[in-house]
């Protein structure tokens, strides 16, 4: 190892000690490292190495080394960023997923570290070619490809690269066009929206307009004829020719070579886990995919031979550009190759970090290097989902037979382990119309015709319900946080009532061991709050006692409290509430641990030695997102990386795993046919998951329908209400959030209920993007600096008028085409436009730089006003809410509000922070305050915390709080009432 240990690089000091992005770049073959601002920008000339460092389960880190190869880079500078690939591998123990990027064929997972796209650029540090940014302005044609991370390819500015079946944008110096293929993908449209999006923004300063042409469909006074016009008038295109780039490699079936000396040999045999040896390196070709697995026992100078091996094998053998190279370590394999296995038993989960850790921790420290990264991380505690508003009404019913008998409300949250039952909770989610959760409970000891028939009750009720209803599926043992908060308390009985169980007992010959209130019971009391408070029915002996927690025990019309010596109070109360809930009025007697009675031990059939061990089984959450299909009849998942809402595609139905629960998610545009199959795919997806990833075969599975996501599935994502209820397909959808009312592509659907306030929706999310740039610079509240005083008479001018055109008709619908002469689409489109002029015209007297009061909101609604604008009704209330944004625009944009802004702020005890960011005090910064805080963003109240109070209460510093998920950072916001 010590020839090793010359070379590693310092380079890599300090390296994957947090997650995020961490970029080097290779210059005169060394890394060097590159600036956060610099991250996204690509050179073509040049190599790169990229670290994704991610929290996995239970807090410890996970390595992605990605070297990325730019079409124009030197095969010198190539192969540097192979081989520092395998050394900074070295630096984080030996364990991370190394992963080969060509230019124009890059990974699913390297691309989503960069939304909504890369856009490589000309140029590189050997080769002195003049960076883009230096140039004039150039007209570019791209093809946009890609449903959800967007591989963009520039092509020649001629009508001859356009073609029917691709979606391609055209990027000029006043306008950004997109040409929409004939038979382009919906999907593909709708993101090439987001990628114009990004264009607007990053080269054109938010400022340019945006046009889209639909392939066939030419009208000369239009946006359609200026297109056509830059290419030189109108003529047909032909049809899209096949090259390289096209050349989809197919899956195969899976071949394993071993990698000896750099020589690669065929394994002759079955494919398992067993003929992998962890001193040697294999090769497992895939076709599409070729992985290099390394043995965690292998030296560092072997690893880089197999790499080298496996680069002149892809050559070898004339496979495409698009051919994916990954190597992966012992213990660390990826889904994607564990798949190419018939089965990966566990038992050596995660074996290289600390094998790893000591084959380089001596060379590491005499490099400088800091070992903090590799250490084991402290437990995590179980982060807890949002539970679902209280009050609502409870519906329980035990299947019995062929039908459901309801539950009397004094007997509902006792459930007995050889019974199934429907349980359905109708709730009001905020301002929201009524919720449902619908879930089938499924006892230990239930029989698979119960269940089959729960199952078939529960569809037909959700139909009933026009399948709004989350439907849930739920083993006793595995009750989740949201339905054991339902009931207070949850209580599982020995037995069943039901006829299906009494006939399974008989037919096996086995005793009736039915709770009845007579009979002599025992209960363990678990949980200390109300997302985990439930009482178990045990065998009645006195091995079944624990120290760590509390009983209780029934003996004829007696009922004992025993609390151990290392219980918590919580447990002691559940305790006292549990015997209430079984016997009401009944006289408790109790029995601390080390004073119990004779009476006690005779119940329990004499007293036995018992264990003091705490039982604390840990949830952890790792959510991940996948699409799935099915090949040649075998179900097939992919990941999709670093999701977020936005990869919800309303054609498409998702699984949501977060190893805790597992979510189907079906967008409103799926089959309908597909849509009777959802619990079917989730249990595919659960078998599957069983084998490869070891998750619990009873963990609950929920059906989650697209407009009906509870608040336990949103948690996950950063939602966003304005885009949950947009209607259309996705082209359209991102149509509407970026254009606006009254765009041609905004549709009209025939079920009658997307009116109003959908439109409405749409129209004040552009509205507000007009008052509240997308850039970011500058807020609804920041543009103080006096040179727009003219604006607010001129804007509230506009917005009447563009009250005036959402008050006329209360009740009309729109139409699907572009509206047409002095009505009211008209009446609208001149509101709009006034408005766009004043903005416009104030938007150049601004200076880009404005001081900013607040942090850039995650939305372009604000808080404030989406919620009351989602929601409401028809008519009038159009009104109001553009006379609200006006009142608020009138206050922020002239001096004088602005001043009596500052005045309030200081009533209210706001500071400064010294990075000209204003402070407030928790009290006031909470949801609930007495005293609430005025003029901030709402949905980043944690933000406005000095930095000593923000790691008081959160107990991390700001820094380190924002490279959390955020899924994590919204958790930890509800549990301090900063959401």
Same mark, same amino acid.
């Given at each position: ?21 961490? #970029? ?154 997109? =040409? ?9 449209? /709708? ?9 607007? *923004? ?41 090259? *390289? ?32 040896? @962890? ?10 995919? #070729? ?45 994607? =190759? +564990?798949? $190419?296995?018939? !089965? ?15 084959? &380089?921790?001596?060379?590491? +420290?005499?490099?400088?290097? /800091? ?9 995590? @505690? ?32 006792? =459930? ?32 698979? *015709? ?74 363990? #009391? ?33 009922i004992f409290t025993w609390h151990g010596n290392q219980s918590t109070f919580e447990q002691q109360q559940l305790a006292a509430k549990i015997a209430e ?60 990386? @670093? ?9 498409? #139905? ?7 629960? &597992?979510?189907?998610?079906? /967008? ?29 075969? $009873? ?29 259309? $397909? ?9 254009? /606006? ?27 507000? !993007?007009?008052f509240n740039p997308s850039s970011g610079k500058s807020s609804l509240l920041d543009r103080s600096n006096g040179s727009n005083q003219g604006g607010t ?12 055109? =959402? ?36 938007? +150049? ?14 939305? $372009? ?32 944009? !002239? ?85």
């Amino acid at each position: 190892m010590s020839s090793s240990a010359k070379a590693l690089d310092p380079a890599f000091q300090g390296v994957g000690q947090r997650p995020g992005t961490e #970029i080097w770049r290779i210059e005169n073959f060394q890394p060097v490292p590159l600036p956060k601002s610099d991250h996204g920008k690509f050179y073509m000339g040049d190599s790169y190495i990229v670290l994704q460092t991610t929290t996995g389960k239970g807090g410890a880190y996970l390595y992605d080394i990605h070297f990325w190869i730019g079409k124009d880079t030197s095969q010198d500078e190539a192969g540097t960023a192979a081989i520092k690939t395998v050394e900074l591998d070295a630096v984080l123990g030996g364990r991370a997923v190394q992963h080969r990027e060509l230019q124009g064929h890059e990974s699913d997972k390297f691309l989503s570290y960069f939304k909504p796209c890369i856009i490589p650029l000309e140029g590189g540090v050997a080769t002195g070619f003049k960076k883009v940014e230096e140039e004039a302005f150039e007209i570019r044609l791209y093809v946009c490809r890609g449903k959800r991370v967007v591989r963009l390819k520039q092509v020649p500015f001629a009508r001859s690269s356009l073609n029917h079946d691709d979606v391609f944008i055209l990027d000029t110096e006043k306008k950004i066009y997109q =040409f929409n293929g004939a038979n382009s993908n919906i999907q593909e449209r /709708g993101k090439a929206l987001e990628v114009i999006q990004f264009l607007k *923004e990053k080269y054109h300063e938010g400022t340019c307009d945006v046009a889209i042409v639909d392939d066939g469909k030419l009208d000369t006074e239009s946006d359609s004829g200026e297109f056509w016009v830059l290419f030189g008038g109108f003529a047909p295109i032909g049809k899209k020719v096949a090259n *390289e780039d096209d050349i989809i490699p197919e899956t195969t079936p899976a071949k394993l070579y071993s990698i000896t000396d750099g020589e690669v040999k065929i394994v002759e045999g079955e494919l398992s886990k067993g003929l992998l040896e @962890n001193n040697k390196c294999y090769l497992l070709d895939c076709g599409a995919e #070729i992985f290099v697995w390394v043995g965690r026992l292998t030296q560092v100078e072997e690893r880089k031979a197999a790499s080298q091996a496996a680069e002149e094998f892809v050559a070898s053998q004339n496979r495409p550009k698009t051919t994916r190279l990954t190597r992966l370590i012992q213990g660390y394999e990826t889904r994607s =190759f +564990k798949t $190419n296995f018939d !089965s990966w038993p566990a038992g050596s989960a995660a074996p290289g970090a600390e094998e790893g850790r000591g084959k &380089v921790a001596a060379l590491l +420290k005499q490099q400088g290097v /800091g070992l903090k990264g590799m250490t084991k991380s402290a437990p995590v @505690n179980e982060e807890v989902p949002p539970l679902l508003e209280g009050g609502g009404k409870m519906e329980v019913w035990c299947i019995n037979g062929s039908s459901k008998t309801p539950l009397p409300k004094e007997d509902v949250g006792k =459930f007995y382990s050889g019974d199934c039952y429907i349980i359905l909770y109708t709730y009001h989610s905020g301002d929201r119309k009524e919720d449902y959760l619908l879930c089938c409970w499924f006892g230990n000891d239930s029989s698979e *015709e119960d269940q089959k028939m729960a199952a078939r009750l529960a569809n037909t009720m959700s139909n009933s319900l026009k399948g709004r209803p989350v439907q849930g599926r739920i083993f006793q043992g595995k009750e989740p946080p949201q339905f054991v908060a339902l009931f207070q308390p949850i209580v599982i009985l020995k037995g069943g009532l039901s006829s299906g169980y009494k006939k399974s007992i008989a037919e096996k010959g086995l005793s009736d061991e039915t709770y009845t209130a007579d009979s002599v019971a025992l209960f363990r #009391i678990s949980g200390t709050s109300v997302h985990n408070d439930k009482a178990v029915q045990v065998d009645a002996v006195a091995t079944s006692l624990n120290s760590a927690e509390c009983f209780l025990l029934q003996s004829g019309s007696s009922i004992f409290t025993w609390h151990g010596n290392q219980s918590t109070f919580e447990q002691q109360q559940l305790a006292a509430k549990i015997a209430e809930f079984l016997k009401p009025g009944v006289a408790l007697k109790h029995a601390k641990e080390g004073t119990e009675s004779s009476a006690f031990w005779f119940a329990l059939g004499g007293k036995q030695s018992y264990t003091s061990k705490k039982f604390s089984p840990e949830t952890v959450r790792d959510p991940h997102l996948f699409t799935f299909s099915f090949n040649k009849g075998k179900f097939q998942v992919e990941e999709v990386y @670093n999701f977020s809402q936005d990869d919800l595609l309303t054609e498409d #139905i998702l699984i949501l795993d977060t190893h805790a629960e &597992v979510f189907v998610w079906v /967008g409103q545009y799926v089959d309908p046919k597909e849509k009777q199959n959802v619990f079917d795919i989730g249990q595919k997806y659960i078998e599957m998951a069983v084998s490869l990833d070891g998750l619990s075969p $009873n963990v609950p599975l929920y059906k989650v329908t697209e407009g009906n996501e509870p608040s336990f599935f949103t948690t996950y994502f950063s939602w966003d209400l304005t885009k949950a209820t947009v209607q259309g $397909n996705s082209f359209q959808k991102k149509a509407a959030l970026l254009f /606006g009312l009254g765009h041609h592509v905004v549709e009209e659907r025939s079920n009658g209920n997307q009116g109003g306030p959908t439109q409405r929706a749409s129209a004040l999310a552009a509205l507000s !993007s007009a008052f509240n740039p997308s850039s970011g610079k500058s807020s609804l509240l920041d543009r103080s600096n006096g040179s727009n005083q003219g604006g607010t008479t001129q804007r509230a001018s506009a917005l009447a008028a563009l009250s005036s055109a =959402f008050n006329s008709s209360p009740g009309s619908k729109t139409t699907a085409s572009r509206p047409s002469g002095t009505g009211q689409g008209s009446q609208r489109r001149a509101a709009v436009a006034a408005l766009s002029s004043v903005l416009t015209a104030e938007k +150049k007297q601004t200076p880009e730089t404005s001081p900013s009061r607040s942090p850039p909101s995650e939305t $372009n609604l604000p808080a404030e006003v989406k919620s009351e604008t989602l929601f409401e009704a028809e008519g009038s209330e159009g009104v109001a809410e553009v006379k609200e944004m006006e009142e608020t625009a009138s206050v922020s944009e !002239s001096n004088g509000g602005e001043d009596s802004e500052r005045k309030q702020d200081t009533e209210h005890g706001e500071s400064d922070d010294g990075n000209g960011q204003s402070t407030f005090c928790y009290d006031q910064l909470k949801a609930h305050s007495d005293n609430p805080v005025k003029g901030i963003d709402f949905k980043r109240r944690e933000a406005y915390l000095s930095d000593e109070e923000f790691q008081t209460i959160f107990g991390v510093t700001k820094e380190a709080f924002y490279k959390m998920p955020k899924w994590k950072q919204d958790m930890q916001k509800k549990k301090f009432d900063l959401f």
